[in-house]
Nanobody, 111 residues
Framework: QVQLAESGGGLVQPGGSLRLSCAAAGSIFNIYPMAWYRQAPGKQRELVAKITSSGYENYADAVTGRFNISRDNANKTSFLQMNNLIPADTDHYYC?????WGLGPQVTVYS
């Protein structure tokens, strides 16, 4: 069974940065895309960023230029570097591998 362990959420002021990590276990990692989603209470989960097995990246318009997704295949880990955070980025953030989800650490951007 695939298990995803996320870390790195927290509180930050506007303009600040956070780095989320997602460590995978129980699955081959390097041949699958990894993605990060976010979801606020009562809203649909939305794609934030995705990285293919070959390293091709794509981002939601709302985070382009501010967020960066990366992966470390040797350590079966994906990262989401979030810079210049704004209050609208406040959400739970979930990593996705093959349809399996992490628990979704909270990111709160407050003034």
């Amino acid at each position: 069974q695939v298990q995803l362990a996320e870390s790195g959420g927290g509180l930050v002021q506007p303009g600040g940065s956070l780095r989320l990590s997602c460590a995978a276990a129980g699955s081959i990692f390097n041949i699958y895309p990894m993605a990060w989603y976010r979801q606020a209470p009562g809203k649909q989960r939305e794609l934030v960023a995705k990285i293919t097995s070959s390293g091709y990246e794509n981002y939601a318009d709302a985070v382009t230029g501010r967020f960066n997704i990366s992966r470390d295949n040797a350590n079966k880990t994906s990262f989401l570097q979030m810079n210049n955070l704004i209050p609208a980025d406040t959400d739970h953030y979930y990593c996705d591998l093959r349809g399996y989800w992490g628990l979704g650490p909270q990111v709160t951007v407050y003034s």
